[in-house]
C-alpha cells in the first residue's frame, strides 16, 4: 500500500496523469477495498485535496483525513454529499460493488 501512497503523492506534480493512475488503481482494485481506500480514491479522481473535500462537506481537513485513513467513518449524510460531489453511487463508496441491490448480493436460489 505504500507503493500507491507514493505513486498518489507524485502524481500531484503530473496532474494530467490523475486519471491514469486512478483508473489503474480501480482496475487493479488497489486500494478500493476498504471504504477509506474508496474515499480516497473518489476523492482523487475529481481532483479535490483533503481541505476542498472538507470546505465542500463542512468538516475539518483532519476528519477527512480521519476517514480515509479507516480511522473513522463518515455518517450517512456525510457519504450522501461525498457520493454527489465524486459522482459516485453511495453503494460503491460503501460496500465497493456499483449498481448492486440487496438482491443482487442475496439472488433468490434457481431450481
Excluded: H, Y
Amino acid at each position: 500500500m505504500s507503493r500507491i501512497r507514493l505513486i498518489a503523492c507524485g502524481v500531484s506534480c503530473f496532474p494530467r496523469m490523475r486519471i491514469a493512475i486512478v483508473t489503474v488503481m480501480t482496475m487493479l482494485n488497489v486500494e478500493n477495498v476498504t471504504v477509506a481506500g474508496r474515499l480516497k480514491v473518489s476523492r482523487f479522481a475529481v481532483g479535490l485535496d483533503q481541505s476542498q473535500m472538507a470546505a465542500l462537506l463542512g468538516v475539518s481537513r483532519t476528519t477527512v483525513s480521519s476517514w480515509e485513513r479507516g480511522m473513522t467513518e463518515p455518517n450517512v449524510s456525510q457519504f450522501i454529499g461525498w457520493a454527489r460531489i465524486t459522482k459516485q453511487p453511495v453503494d460503491q463508496l460503501i460496500d465497493g460493488l456499483p449498481g448492486c441491490t440487496p438482491r443482487d448480493l442475496n439472488p433468490e436460489p434457481t431450481d
